[in-house]
């Protein structure tokens, strides 16, 4: 444990725009050899010094390609553009403007969580900023799963390529304004026709979109706990802090058993 909260120290060594609204960084560092092999999809922080420099502000992000041999990481940022307030982006403000030779300071890796993949189908839904874990836990299913891949990008120009079972339908949902009142991913998903079978979900987007998802699910009797995982990643005008403390006013006593089942189940894979 004490290893993942000790700060590595990084450089950036390049920067490539994906898509017009993602941007991706690629990090050098000779601790990178250290990470686990099943690192793709996990989760580390990034460590910012406040403006005050009176304490050290942590922003998470996806581990979205990892190399150890080459000591490399990639790191997809979601450039909200107008989306969100100014509040948001210390991380997405940094990416933007590093440049080559930049040292950054992180910490983890820590676990990612995966999809059940004990299921008859499977139902993956998710904004920009999970398209790297989204896109991690794609690759875990089998070549013959059948179900949905739902995704809200800002715009037509911000469709990429992802690999995904013969079987299963993607559905890409253009929403230019992520994380307003208006919540068309959660339309796009209540009007999935639903399968026979058991079904798992694995859903990570903005937090408006994420309690009538939750709210939608509930409402579904074959989704059991064991096969569901829902995260918000963020909340329109609020910065991380703030953000973490409307998540757990918003978490009721079976979410956070279901939170603990998820951690458990996904112990035992690593």
């Not at 983890?108 to 299921?119: E, F, K, L, R, V």
């Not at 875990?140 to 891949?149: D, M, Q």
């Amino acid at each position: 444990m004490a290893a993942k909260r000790t700060a590595k120290e990084l450089t950036v060594l390049s920067s490539t725009h994906l898509t017009k609204n993602m941007l991706r960084l690629t990090l050098h560092g000779a601790d990178l050899e250290k990470f686990p092999d099943n690192a793709e999809g996990a989760y580390f922080k990034f460590n910012f010094t406040s403006a005050d420099s009176s304490k050290t502000l942590r922003r998470t992000y996806t581990i979205s390609r990892l190399r150890r041999d080459k000591h490399e990481m990639d790191v997809d940022f979601m450039l909200h553009g107008n989306t969100a307030s100014d509040v948001h982006g210390i991380a997405v403000d940094w990416a933007e403007q590093a440049k080559v030779g930049d040292a950054i300071s992180i910490s983890g890796p820590g676990p990612a969580t995966y999809i059940n993949q004990d299921a008859d189908w499977f139902l993956l839904v998710g904004d920009m900023t999970a398209l790297p874990a989204l896109t991690a836990n794609l690759a875990l299913l089998p070549e013959n799963a059948t179900g949905y891949v739902v995704v809200e990008i800002l715009s037509e120009e911000d469709k990429q390529p992802l690999e995904i079972p013969s079987s299963m339908q993607l559905r890409w949902v253009i929403n230019p304004h992520a994380g307003s009142d208006d919540t068309p991913l959660v339309d796009a998903v209540e009007k999935l026709q639903w399968l026979d079978g058991q079904a798992a979900i694995w859903t990570a987007c903005e937090f408006k979109s994420i309690k009538k998802l939750r709210q939608h699910y509930r409402q579904l009797e074959q989704v059991q706990r064991t096969h569901l995982y829902i995260s918000s990643y963020w909340k329109k005008g609020l910065t991380s802090e703030q953000h973490k403390v409307a998540k757990r006013q918003d978490t009721s006593p079976t979410d956070l058993l279901r939170r603990l089942g998820n951690r458990l189940f996904n112990r035992r894979r690593a």
